[in-house]
């Protein structure tokens, strides 16, 4: 690998954030506070227009040998228009999907990336999809764009889960040297971690500068989507079907159970709400790095167990397919019991801060009661000697607090 092909996009992209910047506060490309969103300023959409640029400079100037690379970009170039008409002016529903089918289509029919063949997922062998290979492709791909728009809740979430996939691909593509591909996840690895350097809550920032925006979000989920099918159907297939499930996991996790929950209330499966599952995090009482966290490293334990069983330990498709299913399921029952699961989690961190605060608090009391027994002993002396040879003085708990409280107001007086 050249420096060059980490260093160009890196650069590239943090160049066209510096310039866009500004931009988006002048021309209002931004998302403004309201009752569901914690920043109090508003936060340029600009990360998802700056990737796709600097992707696109980056392959142009490195005439990278990227598969069918004239039709991701007009597929990519499709949502990105529509996601920014979406940032600057809200769409409909209808309007978004019509673009999703739109880009699937060109990915199916006109680069010739479909879902052909399911694997062999319930021990009856490889499960073909035939004449329904597109419509299948077009469904599966619309769903995974939505997952990773859905789960762009938090910062830093869906480029972190979005950088997560893209690794295990490109681990992938190098155990089978596939070097077009693991170039390509590289370009988009670089472009990430320069975006997440300004949408992460590092280097003492409270919030986002950027946010990734439809636009990033779409593209992140069609670039996942296309990464996958390409690398688990044909002739270079690398991977199964069922191990890209495990590699999309927590955004598909999440996805479905709010869905399957909205629609088991009687209400449209795109519907705003605050239960996906960093909302419930966020509820059990973790902050928003603290969640991120927990889902990167759920994410790259889940991609690892799937890509060490497919290859070194050459579990059985099916197996991993009703592994799948089973965590699934698990993860539902827990969303559906997620007030249950806070509680615990709520009882056991405050348990442990009080466990901490009592044996703190106690050392405290000890060393003051100790200290202030000498102090007291000390004086007593001074003053009378001979009336306290042969007595011992044994402070009350009042006046050990009182005396506490004393030293502590002179020793602020004195600093």
Excluded at 151 to 176: K, P, Q, R, Y
Excluded at 209 to 238: P, R
Excluded at 272 to 301: K, T
Excluded at 360 to 375: F, M, P, T, V, Y
Aim: hydrophobic share 50%; charged share 20%; proline share 3%.
């Amino acid at each position: 690998m050249h420096p060059d092909l980490f260093l160009t996009p890196f650069i590239l992209t943090i160049v066209f954030i510096l310039v866009l910047y500004p931009v988006a506060l002048k021309v209002g490309l931004t998302d403004r506070p309201s009752h569901r969103k914690q920043h109090s300023e508003p936060t340029p959409l600009i990360g998802g227009l700056a990737i796709y640029l600097a992707i696109l400079l980056t392959l142009s100037l490195n005439h990278l040998n990227f598969p069918h690379q004239i039709a991701f970009f007009a597929a990519a170039t499709l949502l990105v228009l529509v996601g920014l008409i979406d940032d600057y002016k809200t769409l409909g529903v209808k309007v978004r999907l019509i673009a999703q089918i739109a880009a699937s289509l060109i990915m199916a029919e006109v680069a010739d990336i479909k879902i052909t063949e399911l694997g062999n997922i319930l021990e009856f062998g490889d499960i073909h999809l035939g004449n329904y290979a597109t419509a299948f492709t077009v469904f599966a791909v619309v769903g995974g764009i939505n997952a990773f728009n859905m789960i762009d809740g938090i910062d830093g979430l869906a480029g972190c889960l979005t950088l997560t996939s893209i690794i295990a691909i490109a681990a992938v593509s190098w155990l089978f040297q596939n070097w077009a591909l693991m170039d390509f996840c590289i370009v988009m690895m670089a472009s990430i971690i320069a975006f997440l350097l300004f949408n992460l809550r590092i280097f003492g920032r409270a919030n986002a500068k950027i946010f990734l925006g439809d636009t990033g979000s779409t593209v992140f989920g069609f670039t996942i989507c296309w990464l996958a099918i390409y690398a688990s159907q044909g002739e270079h297939k690398m991977i199964t079907p069922t191990t890209v499930l495990w590699i999309i996991a927590v955004p598909l996790f999440d996805s479905v159970c709010i869905m399957l929950r909205r629609l088991s209330k009687g209400r449209s499966p795109f519907s705003p709400d605050r239960e996906h599952l960093h909302h419930i995090l966020s509820l059990a009482g973790y902050n928003v790095n603290q969640i991120l966290i927990i889902l990167i490293v759920c994410s790259l334990l889940l991609s690892t167990i799937s890509i060490a069983a497919n290859y070194f330990l050459n579990i059985r498709e099916e197996i991993l397919f009703m592994s799948f299913l089973l965590l699934f399921l698990c993860h539902y029952w827990s969303m559906n019991h997620a007030w249950k699961l806070m509680k615990i989690a709520r009882y056991l961190r405050t348990k442990k801060g009080d466990d901490g605060k009592s044996v703190s608090r106690r050392k405290n009391e000890r060393r003051s009661g100790q200290q202030c027994s000498l102090d007291i002993g000390e004086r007593r002396v001074t003053e009378d000697r001979r009336n306290n040879e042969e007595r011992r003085y044994i402070p009350t708990e009042e006046q050990l607090e009182k005396i506490a409280r004393d030293k502590k107001k002179q020793r602020r007086s004195e600093s």
